[in-house]
């Protein structure tokens, strides 16, 4: 038996190992160790097992994040502000139902992982510029662009999925969002409303790969041909994003998966034919480096520019995110 023979039986072994241990498919187990390496890929799993603290992010177009902080510690709760979030708080003592209190219901805070409020705060979009979710249900990033662009600008919500939609117009009157427009289309589709947009936010499709600690189900219910499923339709959306981008705009691709399938493995095969786009480095170092060479392929050297948010690093659920922008 050869040195590769061996690498590859060790591997499996390990793969099984930890998969019966933890519960999971043996595939997903073995391809963690592959791109993250035994130690890391034990760590993982371990973080994978501890429940996620609560979160929420103060919706300041109807209250300041002071006051609200106020007013829920005035009945019990212990807040402690998120460091990337100036509006963001984790909320380590609960004193009754999140979801059910009166400033929730009036649109005070979206209960939302840290994950995903940095989505928004990359793209950072700005007032009076055409925006465009091109997956929006049900809200959680759509709401907070408008948050950041001050009920300004144009900001078109797309799903594809018309069961969806109420959802989504629930949230938005919840948090008092004036300027979008609600759209029920696929957004593969998207070069046929001929906008250009200044700023695109493709939350895309995924298997969920990062959401273990909030939903362990996600251990098994996925298999390697949901996978390929979903790369296939994230290439799809991602290049009908980037064509709908003005020059000089920007498109930030990010899923809630810590699959390279879903993600670096996307963009590699999207960008490697085009000079037309780059990836730019995101203003702060949120996560780790993007990937650059896995399961043995190397991929574009500008995915380094790209994010990771790890559970067992960054204590959030696992992310991935990317900043593309057309060329002048």
């Given at each position: 038996?050869?040195?590769?023979?061996?690498?590859?039986?060790?591997?499996?072994?390990?793969?099984?190992?930890?998969?019966?241990?933890?519960?999971?498919?043996?595939?997903?187990?073995?391809?963690?160790?592959?791109?993250?390496?035994?130690?890391?890929?034990?760590?993982?799993?371990?973080?994978?097992?501890?429940?996620?603290?609560?979160?929420?992010?103060?919706?300041?177009?109807?209250?300041?994040?002071?006051?609200?902080?106020?007013?829920?510690?005035?009945?019990?709760?212990?807040?402690?502000?998120?460091?990337?979030?100036?509006?963001?708080?984790?909320?380590?003592?609960?004193?009754?139902?999140?979801?059910?209190?009166?400033?929730?219901?009036?649109?005070?805070?979206?209960?939302?992982?840290?994950?995903?409020?940095?989505?928004?705060?990359?793209?950072?979009?700005?007032?009076?510029?055409?925006?465009?979710?091109?997956?929006?249900?049900?809200?959680?990033?759509?709401?907070?662009?408008?948050?950041?662009?001050?009920?300004?600008?144009?900001?078109?919500?797309?799903?594809?999925?018309?069961?969806?939609?109420?959802?989504?117009?629930?949230?938005?009157?919840?948090?008092?969002?004036?300027?979008?427009?609600?759209?029920?289309?696929?957004?593969?589709?998207?070069?046929?409303?001929?906008?250009?947009?200044?700023?695109?936010l493709l939350d895309a499709p995924c298997t969920g790969e990062g959401l273990i600690r909030q939903?362990?189900?996600?251990?098994?219910?996925?298999?390697?041909?949901?996978?390929?499923?979903?790369?296939?339709?994230?290439?799809?959306?991602?290049?009908?994003?980037?064509?709908?981008?003005?020059?000089?705009?920007?498109?930030?691709?990010?899923?809630?998966?810590?699959?390279?399938?879903?993600?670096?493995?996307?963009?590699?095969?999207?960008?490697?034919?085009?000079?037309?786009?780059?990836?730019?480095?995101?203003?702060?170092?949120?996560?780790?480096?993007?990937?650059?060479?896995?399961?043995?392929?190397?991929?574009?050297?500008?995915?380094?520019?790209?994010?990771?948010?790890?559970?067992?690093?960054?204590?959030?659920?696992?992310?991935?995110?990317?900043?593309?922008?057309?060329?002048?």
């Amino acid at each position: 038996m050869n040195r590769v023979d061996i690498f590859i039986t060790e591997l499996q072994k390990d793969a099984r190992r930890l998969a019966e241990e933890y519960d999971y498919l043996p595939y997903m187990v073995q391809r963690y160790i592959q791109f993250l390496g035994l130690d890391e890929a034990v760590k993982l799993l371990k973080a994978n097992e501890k429940p996620l603290i609560p979160s929420i992010r103060v919706n300041t177009l109807k209250i300041s994040a002071l006051e609200l902080k106020a007013t829920l510690e005035g009945k019990g709760f212990e807040l402690e502000k998120i460091e990337w979030i100036p509006y963001g708080f984790n909320v380590t003592k609960e004193s009754s139902n999140l979801g059910s209190l009166h400033e929730y219901l009036h649109g005070y805070y979206y209960l939302q992982n840290v994950a995903s409020m940095l989505s928004a705060v990359i793209l950072d979009p700005k007032p009076n510029e055409i925006v465009i979710d091109m997956c929006a249900a049900p809200g959680s990033k759509s709401t907070h662009l408008a948050q950041l662009m001050k009920n300004k600008g144009t900001l078109i919500l797309i799903d594809k999925y018309k069961n969806r939609i109420p959802a989504l117009l629930i949230n938005i009157r919840r948090m008092g969002v004036i300027n979008s427009v609600v759209l029920n289309m696929d957004s593969i589709n998207l070069s046929e409303l001929k906008i250009r947009a200044d700023k695109i936010l493709l939350d895309a499709p995924c298997t969920g790969e990062g959401l273990i600690r909030q939903d362990p189900k996600r251990k098994k219910n996925k298999t390697m041909k949901d996978l390929e499923k979903m790369a296939s339709i994230q290439k799809k959306l991602l290049k009908a994003g980037l064509n709908s981008l003005k020059s000089g705009g920007l498109l930030l691709y990010c899923t809630c998966s810590i699959a390279p399938e879903e993600n670096e493995l996307v963009i590699d095969r999207v960008l490697q034919n085009t000079n037309e786009f780059s990836i730019i480095e995101i203003s702060k170092n949120y996560g780790v480096k993007g990937l650059t060479e896995v399961y043995g392929s190397k991929l574009i050297e500008g995915l380094k520019l790209s994010q990771r948010l790890y559970p067992y690093i960054h204590d959030t659920i696992g992310f991935y995110f990317c900043l593309i922008k057309r060329k002048d």
